[in-house]
T-cell receptor, first 113, second 111 residues
Framework: GAGVSQSPSNKVTEKGKDVELRCDPI?????LYWYRQSLGQGLEFLIY????????KSGLPSDRFSAERTGGSVSTLTIQRTQQEDSAVYLC???????????FGPGTRLTVL | KQEVTQIPAALSVPEGENLVLNCSFT??????LQWFRQDPGKGLTSLLL?????REQTSGRLNASLDKSSGRSTLYIAASQPGDSATYLC??????????FGKGTRLSVIA
């Protein structure tokens, strides 16, 4: 696996349910980012990890959103009590450091009914 | 606060034309600038990365330039093909912060 992978690729859930999205960064990349892209909108930053710590959580839209990263590798983004406005494509990216090229995964398309 | 603007928002050209996509940013204190391609329903593919100390980067038919002092970058696509049809995104990295993206230019190359 040379690239960033994300799972699931598609998720349909009912309003009020919790969802977990997973990101596997490129091996050795210390920086990991979550973004989301709503229909017809630009990319919106959510959270940034350097190793296992998150120095920048400023983009999380509400306290229903949380993320963690373990072992400096896999990250999960959790959305609790999903709302219809959470429907979007959630993209993960990783890079060797915060100043180098970012590589994106294919995204998870979340649909909240 | 860094802001990135891309012009035009959409562009339609006949196959074979050379074209230029524009990107401007408000804060010149950047580490690098990346150009991405996004196909409908897909993730982002990195096309070119220009470090702040560089003036341009080339990859095949693509050439990206950077004028950091004036806050501008251009992506030049030579001899466009229908397969180049996609949305092209410019993003600026100021270090220890997330990428700041423009809203993209939607390119259609007509056969």
């Amino acid at each position: 696996g040379a690239g960033v992978s994300q799972s699931p690729s598609n998720k349909v859930t009912e309003k009020g349910k919790d969802v977990e999205l997973r990101c596997d960064p490129i091996s050795g990349h210390t920086a990991l980012y979550w973004y989301r892209q709503s229909l017809g909108q630009g990319l919106e930053f959510l959270i940034y990890f350097q190793g296992n710590s998150a120095p920048d959580k400023s983009g999380l839209p509400s306290d229903r959103f949380s993320a963690e990263r373990t072992g400096g590798s896999v990250s999960t983004l959790t959305i609790q009590r999903t709302q219809q406005e959470d429907s979007a494509v959630y993209l993960c990216a990783s890079s060797l450091s915060s100043e180098t090229e970012q590589f994106f995964g294919p995204g998870t398309r979340l649909t909240v009914l | 606060k860094q802001e990135v603007t891309q012009i035009p928002a959409a562009l339609s050209v006949p196959e074979g034309e050379n074209l230029v996509l524009n990107c401007s940013f408000t804060d010149s204190a950047i580490y690098n600038l990346q150009w991405f391609r996004q196909d409908p329903g897909k993730g982002l593919t990195s096309l070119l990365l220009i470090q702040s100390s560089q003036r341009e980067q080339t990859s095949g038919r693509l050439n990206a330039s950077l004028d950091k002092s004036s806050g501008r970058s251009t992506l030049y696509i030579a001899a466009s093909q229908p397969g180049d049809s996609a949305t092209y995104l410019c993003a600026v990295n100021s270090g220890n912060t997330p990428l700041v993206f423009g809203k993209g230019t939607r390119l259609s190359v007509i056969a």
